[in-house]
């Protein structure tokens, strides 16, 4: 595969947020990069960029793509009154009516969504309880055909019985010994002491960390403290962990001193989800002790990486009161896990063409304060993942979006049909 050339861009650096305007050669392949070039050698491949802005793309740090389907959904039979009750109404109903081919289609409708919005990764956390055989395959060639990369895992629990476990565990060996990948558990309070065991084994025998769920709501505390006599973060930092540099701690709303030291002086990374935790009234991330482990998820609300960011320099002003930079350094920061932790996908090669021309001058002093009130998913001209033009015009460029949509259309309603 030939290189791909961006004429006439006004490159911003995403770590330094420095302006260059000129040609740029985008290097194909997952571990591909760009440089800076004085010309366009005749016959290359090129896109004429007219001055836009072109930068990284964005990386989703948390999804939960088999939710994607949820949009409109029936409601639940009573309504929640609590964060438990509205796993064990909702979140826990959905997920135990997924199929593979609603599967399938939440991962293509969530692809889609995503790359519109100039994502071209995602960590997600998957569960399908009565359908986990084959899951995680399923959902990365989905992504695969979008044109996105991805880290993916299995939500382990022992919530649904050891059958179900069985299956998510072989779901996540098979999936391990083929891609990238991460070990999934559910929370503390759905995994006993030999799940959290196993799930370190696993971890520590595949060279990964752990994805889960932390203190998310203050019952998660609770129920550790009353089962082990100890905090969420105490319990996995115990187990190990915390030690592991692949490791992400999603939420960690509700935290005491000594677990935000723990984390501080930790391995593990923080994935932020303000609009979820607004949805779920679960409260909201105060950074405060470990700034520089956070970055930012979507929790299966979309894939938009600007307006979580957004969400997120929002809802922190009532806590630990994040500058635009500090924020547009959480939105960036999850490309440093991956680049640390060696995972391919997110190269340099990963950019977006921003057709953005606001009334004010955007300088590398500024620039992330055009992305906390300005800039959004209105903006994405062109998606590049891996040195491919992936998105268009606003429009997928590798697949057949009409008959991809038509399909989850078809999919919801099935899955629809058996929640009511």
Not at 203 to 230: F, I, P
Request: glycine share 8%.
């Amino acid at each position: 595969m030939s290189p791909l050339y961006l004429k006439n861009v006004r490159h911003l650096d995403w770590n330094t947020c420095a302006i260059r305007a000129g040609h740029l050669r985008v290097d194909p392949g997952p571990r591909g990069g760009i440089e800076h070039v004085d010309a366009v050698p005749g016959g290359a491949e090129a896109i004429e960029c007219g001055g836009k802005l072109v930068t990284k793309s964005f990386a989703v740090g948390h999804h939960h793509i088999y939710s994607a389907l949820a949009r409109g959904m029936p409601p639940p039979p009573r309504v929640p009154t609590s964060f438990v009750e509205i796993l064990e109404l909702v979140w826990w109903r959905l997920d135990k009516a997924l199929d593979t081919d609603m599967i399938r289609a939440s991962a293509i409708a969530a692809g889609i969504d995503a790359a519109r919005a100039g994502s071209t990764f995602i960590i997600d956390h998957h569960a399908s309880p009565n359908a986990a055989a084959n899951s995680l395959h399923v959902i990365a060639e989905a992504l695969d055909e979008i044109g996105l990369s991805h880290l993916l895992c299995y939500e382990l629990s022992d919530r649904d019985g050891p059958t179900s476990l069985a299956a998510g565990l072989d779901e996540t060996h098979s999936f391990l010994e083929n891609r990238q990948g991460l070990v999934g558990l559910h929370a503390s309070f759905t995994v006993s002491d030999s799940l959290l065991d196993k799930a370190m084994e696993i971890a520590r025998g595949t060279g990964t960390g752990l994805h889960v769920h932390v203190a998310e709501a203050e019952s998660d505390q609770e129920h550790c403290m009353a089962t082990y006599g100890k905090r969420c973060i105490e319990r996995f930092a115990e187990a190990g962990a915390l030690a592991l540099p692949k490791t992400i701690l999603a939420h960690c709303i509700h935290l005491n001193d000594s677990e935000r030291a723990l984390i501080a002086g930790s391995n593990a990374w923080v994935s932020q989800q303000a609009e979820s935790n607004a949805n779920n009234a679960v409260g909201t991330l105060d950074a405060g002790g470990f700034p520089d482990r956070v970055f930012i998820g979507t929790d299966g609300m979309h894939g938009d990486c600007l307006a979580a960011a957004r969400a997120a320099y929002l809802a922190a002003q009532s806590h630990d009161a994040p500058s635009p930079v500090e924020t547009y350094e959480r939105l960036r920061r999850v490309h440093h896990y991956l680049a640390e932790n060696d995972f391919e996908g997110d190269g340099e090669n990963n950019l977006v063409v921003l057709d953005y021309d606001p009334p004010t001058p955007v300088t590398p002093d500024n620039w992330p304060a055009h992305v906390m009130y300005g800039l959004n998913r209105s903006h994405v001209s062109k998606v590049i993942s891996d040195g491919r033009v992936v998105v268009d015009g606003g429009r997928c460029a590798l697949i057949d979006e009409e008959k991809a949509l038509a399909f989850a259309r078809e999919q919801a309603a099935r899955l629809w049909k058996k929640l009511r």
